[in-house]
T-cell receptor, first 112, second 116 residues
Framework: GQSLEQPSEVTAVEGAIVQINCTYQ??????LSWYQQHDGGAPTFLSY????GLEETGRFSSFLSRSDSYGYLLLQELQMKDSASYFC?????????????FGSGTRLLVRP | DSGVTQTPKHLITATGQRVTLRCSPR?????VYWYQQSLDQGLQFLIH???????AKGNILERFSAQQFPDLHSELNLSSLELGDSALYFC???????????????FGEGSRLTVL
């Protein structure tokens, strides 16, 4: 089977740094991406890692280690508007099929 | 605005009924994905269509079916509805299957289904 694990909730203070981890067990792994979803809203794409290492996009960075089946999303200089759910997702490639499978999400609460 | 349009935004119906959810992908996108999100849950992958052909199935119930039409819009049909089918149903599109190499899907605002 396929599984992704991420913490259910994280709390941090405005201006701080927070790291959300994601571990996965899958077959046909192609890459790891991260999405943000505010309550009642649509998921929006944040970042993607196809290769090992760190990808930086503004205040957000994402990391992947294929050998460890592990990745994380790093959010710096936290702002109140960063309070949302964050989902890791794995791209899976089969013979002729493509899937994007999401984790159960991490709810981030940013406190003043 | 992602460019993906879903209708209806809200739908309330009774158990045993059938509903159809509609999705128009972004202009030029050939791939359409459907996801189900129950309250405070993750996004469960249902099905993927590419240029009119089914390409991957997830945990989609037999009571559910989908199609992608020649104009690339897609419909998700839910029948014999049960209380547990109440959820947000998201459609997402990408330019091609290879877009999974970038992990980027564009999501619509969702259709909220309530089964009473």
């Amino acid at each position: 089977g396929q599984s992704l694990e991420q913490p259910s909730e994280v709390t941090a203070v405005e201006g701080a740094i927070v790291q959300i981890n994601c571990t996965y067990q899958t077959s046909g792994f192609y890459g790891l991406s991260w999405y943000q979803q505010h309550d009642g809203g649509a998921p929006t794409f944040l970042s993607y890692n196809g290769l090992d290492g760190l990808e930086e996009t503004g205040r957000f960075s994402s990391f992947l280690s294929r050998s460890d089946s592990y990745g994380y999303l790093l959010l710096q200089e936290l702002q109140m508007k960063d309070s949302a759910s964050y989902f890791c997702a794995v791209s899976l490639r089969g013979d002729s099929s493509y899937k994007l499978i999401f984790g159960s999400g991490t709810r981030l609460l940013v406190r003043p | 605005d992602s460019g993906v349009t879903q209708t209806p935004k809200h739908l309330i119906t009774a158990t045993g009924q059938r509903v159809t959810l509609r999705c128009s992908p972004r202009s030029g996108d050939l791939s359409v994905y459907w996801y189900q999100q129950s309250l405070d849950q993750g996004l469960q992958f249902l099905i993927h269509y590419y240029n009119g052909e089914e390409r991957a199935k997830g945990n989609i119930l037999e009571r559910f079916s989908a199609q992608q039409f020649p104009d690339l819009h897609s419909e998700l049909n839910l029948s014999s509805l049960e209380l547990g089918d109440s959820a947000l149903y998201f459609c997402a599109s990408s330019v091609a299957q290879g877009a999974l190499g970038t992990g980027e899907l564009f999501f619509g605002e969702g259709s909220r289904l309530t089964v009473l």
